[in-house]
């Protein structure tokens, strides 16, 4: 009997495809030709090297990464990645830049605050983080440690179209909430991390892709686990990595490969955040959140006349069979999560009641 799945348009952890949940039930049990669950197997066994392996070439192919990048599997999510790119990359003297986009590149500048030295390249937080900035709002510090930016802003719904000009500076990237949405030029950006949780797999394991020439930066006062040199010397096997989650994860980007990569899947996405946008464009009675062309393809932040009528959206919409579209309070309303993973006839779907739900409540 096919069990009952509803549209899942959570933020994070977030759908995952169907044929990847049922694979790792499959062979949950015990892993063909293994006899043992992944979740019972050694990470110094012939088994998960093969895993970790495999999920790392596809990563590489995938995303087109340089040989001169290291690709790490860690943990402590990308909230762990905001203290550790500081640790490592802010050395003394220096001073790192952070472009502020919304509520998680706040929290990136919070911690590496405590570290050191740090400088406020531009913010759109005035009116509401609704936008990305332009290149002239930008204000680098001449020589700065690296610029951080955040590509897809998972709570006000807003994505960078482009990468911006840092002169010379490493770019690092929080690509958290749109990794792999999309084809991306890697060799401009001197460190991108991502939590799984949104676009890659599970919770538990966090994706970090670092240009090798910045592990020199890496002190070795560094308590070891937060070091990205020792991650990268061991191959992400420093202590146990996430094992269930890389396994995971691998299979998660073995269907990214069968949907044709990257291009493709970006194809897929724009038609997908398409179907929703022309929808919120079609009537005043939607209010979405995010400037046009600072619109997200993976977030779409929207508003409904009244407070109440969004209660009541996201009621209807729950007993329809429609979960998560409860907008981040901090932005209100409502939020669509619709991931590389997310199927595109559950925006369709959507859509079809959306409209009725105006109709009835316009
Ligand atoms: C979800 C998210 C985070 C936080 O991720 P954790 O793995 O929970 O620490 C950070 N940045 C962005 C852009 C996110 O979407």
Redesign the pocket.
């Given at each position: 009997m096919p069990v009952h799945r509803v549209y899942n348009f959570s933020?994070?952890p977030a759908v995952l495809p169907l044929s990847v949940l049922e694979e790792a039930q499959r062979d949950l049990v015990a892993l063909p030709g293994v006899g043992m669950s992944v979740l019972e197997i050694s990470h110094r066994s012939k088994t998960f090297d093969a895993i970790i392996q495999a999920a790392e070439a596809d990563l590489r192919t995938l995303g087109s990464i340089p040989a001169n990048y290291k690709v790490l599997f860690l943990q402590g999510?990308?909230?762990?990645q905001f203290a550790m790119v500081p640790m490592n990359l802010l050395t003394s003297g220096a001073v790192a830049d952070y472009i502020l986009t919304g509520s998680?590149s706040k929290?990136a500048l919070k911690e590496a605050k405590l570290i050191g030295a740090t400088h406020v390249a531009a913010s759109t937080e005035e009116g509401g983080f609704k936008r990305v900035p332009a290149a002239n709002e930008i204000k680098l510090t001449p020589g700065a440690a690296y610029v951080h930016m955040?590509s897809?802003?998972?709570i006000a719904g807003t994505e960078w179209h482009h990468v911006p000009e840092t002169t010379g500076a490493p770019l690092v990237c929080?690509a958290?909430?749109d990794i792999f949405s999309r084809p991306i030029d890697i060799s401009k950006f001197g460190l991108v991390y991502a939590?799984a949780?949104?676009n890659l797999g599970p919770?538990g394991v966090?994706v970090v892709i670092i240009r090798e020439d910045l592990l020199a930066r890496s002190s070795d006062t560094l308590p070891a686990m937060l070091n990205y040199k020792t991650q990268a010397d061991a191959g992400s096997m420093y202590n146990t990595p996430p094992v269930f989650g890389i396994y995971t994860l691998g299979l998660v980007l073995k269907w990214l490969v069968g949907q044709g990569g990257l291009t493709a899947i970006a194809k897929v996405n724009e038609r997908k955040a398409k179907v929703l946008y022309d929808e919120l464009d079609r009537t005043p009675y939607w209010r979405p959140h995010a400037e046009k062309d600072s619109r997200s393809l993976m977030n779409v932040t929207f508003r409904l006349p009244s407070e109440d009528l969004e209660k009541q959206f996201i009621k209807d919409a729950a007993a329809a069979g429609f979960d998560g579209l409860k907008g981040h309070r901090s932005v209100g309303g409502l939020r669509a999560s619709i991931y590389n993973a997310f199927p595109e006839e559950g925006v369709k779907a959507l859509v079809e009641f959306m409209r009725e739900f105006e109709k009835k409540n316009g």
């Open positions: 933020a994070g999510g990308a909230s762990l998680w929290k955040t897809n802003n998972t929080d958290s909430s939590g949780q949104k919770s966090t």
